[in-house]
């Protein structure tokens, strides 16, 4: 290991790199209630650290912190720039604000707990140079939070996530481990970034839509940049031979408007809802009580995704991200059974209630059924369930329990859903008197005939 290390330094400190032909860039940092002197080495390492004509000014954002005076005294530092926000706006929206100011063409995000490393900068600049859809971040060392002292991290690693959508590092698997030990220099494709600090093409960073400004705060905007990035045809990238020291801190220093678990909650739910499709579902199975916390109106965000014409999230996990186990699911569907425009609707009934056909909303709540594999058909925890064996029977919900009187199959071609013991599939012909009926199957029949879509939009 030792000798692994030393075999890493000694490749990276050979690196040259040309710096004439790099591009210069605006280091933009948010900060909020931050201490004086973690801001003063922020700034102080990225002039010494950094080749003079490669840092065209430092964008400090003080997001309305108590005292304006922590800014304003960094102000007289040369290339020093501060805007203050006249209330607090969260670190989205202030790594905007000091994005939209910047005058470089490229952007270089740090947190304001921060020591940038020797030849920190010019690894990351040549990235996004060759390829201005990378997004690249350094390694991120640790500051001590007990003595400030700086301690190398390991640069086996990456980031990814598990379905509570919390951000963690992983250990590279063994290839990519034996394939570094080749060229310990070279790039490692990340499926997420830590968040705080990175590099990034302005003119890329605006045109895929920035952040989301709707969220607040802190947390849940690293997942969003990097499923966005990744879906709508960029990468994300560590590059070993950068590193930055951070501070990393048990609890947050500051405080959280509307409660840190309800904000943090609120954001991931914007990126899950907008980025993720139907794997949402595995993300509100692990962590439900995100499912009562109102995430706003992301129709803008969605429309951005469809205007960049990104792809899907079944694609991010099968080409960037196919460690990430997919739970078990027994569920083969979940959505809408629609028939036209109508759709298969609880019409606000409970236990031992019908159900009918009620225009399509698209926005699932009593319209969201799931068709798991072994034949039920749900609505949370209720299931499709027919009342007698004889045709004609009402079709109502009860608690699922298994039994062979709520087992369902679909009939395909046709779209028809039969019940498993009995010839009797589901009916809407007299969906305006009794509901749903179980009458004789017939695949001549427009009434029984379903079909299973996605409702995009569902929130609940
Ligand atoms: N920050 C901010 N406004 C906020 C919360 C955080 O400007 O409302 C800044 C904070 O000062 C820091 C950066 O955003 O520079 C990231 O926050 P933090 O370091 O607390 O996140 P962590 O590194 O712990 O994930
Ligand atoms: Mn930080």
Redesign the pocket.
Same mark, same amino acid.
């Given at each position: 290991m030792f000798s692994f290390i030393l075999h890493f330094i000694y490749r990276c400190r050979r690196k040259t790199w040309e710096i004439e032909d790099l591009p210069p860039t605006s280091v933009i940092?948010?900060?909020?209630?931050?201490a004086r002197s973690s801001l003063l080495r922020t700034v102080v390492s990225v002039l010494n650290r950094s080749p003079e004509h490669l840092i065209k000014e430092i964008i400090l954002?003080d997001?309305f912190s108590d005292n304006p005076q922590d800014g304003e005294e960094l102000a007289k530092i040369q290339k020093v720039r501060v805007l203050r926000n006249d209330k @607090?706006?969260? +670190?989205m929206r *202030? @790594?905007v604000k000091g994005a939209d100011a910047a005058r470089a063409t490229v952007l270089t995000f +740090?947190? *304001?707990?921060c020591e940038c490393n020797v030849n920190w900068l010019e690894p990351l600049l040549e990235r996004v140079e060759k390829d201005p859809t990378r997004v690249v971040c350094p390694v991120i060392d640790v500051i001590s939070m007990d003595t400030f002292q700086y301690i190398g991290a390991s640069a086996d690693l990456r980031g990814g996530f598990d379905w509570n959508l919390v951000f963690k590092w992983e250990y590279l698997s063994y290839a990519e481990r034996e394939s570094r030990q080749r060229d310990p220099t070279q790039a490692i494709r990340t499926p997420m970034i830590? &968040? &705080?600090l990175f590099v990034i093409n302005k003119k890329y960073f605006d045109k895929l839509g920035k952040y989301d400004m709707q969220m607040?705060?802190?947390?849940g905007e690293n997942l969003e940049i990097s499923f966005r990035v990744w879906q709508c045809g960029g990468s994300l990238e560590i590059i070993p031979c950068s590193r930055v020291g /951070?501070?990393? @801190?048990k609890r /947050?220093?500051?405080s959280f408007p509307g409660g840190s678990g309800n904000v943090f909650a609120k954001n991931t739910r914007r990126a899950a809802e907008v980025w993720m499709d139907d794997y949402k579902h595995f993300y509100y199975s692990s962590v439900p009580l995100a499912k009562n916390i109102p995430f706003g109106d992301i129709s803008e965000r969605v429309k951005l995704r469809n205007d960049l014409h990104c792809k899907s999230f079944k694609w991010y996990l099968q080409n960037v991200y196919p460690e990430l186990s997919i739970p078990h699911s027994t569920t083969s569907h979940i959505g809408e059974l629609r028939q036209g425009i109508f759709c298969l609707d609880t019409m606000g009934h409970l236990l031992d209630g019908y159900v009918a056909l009620y225009q399509c909303h698209h926005t699932g709540g009593n319209q969201e059924w799931s068709f798991t594999n072994t034949g039920l058909i749900k609505h949370h925890d209720l299931c499709l369930t027919l009342s007698s064996h004889m045709k004609g029977a009402q079709v109502v919900m009860r608690i699922c329990d298994g039994s062979d009187s709520q087992k369902w199959h679909r009939i395909e071609p046709g779209g028809l859903l039969r019940h498993s013991r009995y010839p009797l599939c589901l009916d809407s012909r007299l969906t305006n008197i009794r509901g749903i009926t179980a009458e004789r199957c017939n695949s001549a029949s427009d009434t029984q005939k379903w079909q299973l879509t996605s409702s995009s939009l569902s929130s609940a």
């Open positions: 940092i948010t900060f909020h209630n931050e954002v997001d @607090r706006e969260g +670190l *202030s @790594r +740090l947190d *304001s707990h830590a &968040g &705080g607040d705060v802190w947390g /951070h501070v990393f @801190r /947050h220093p500051y």
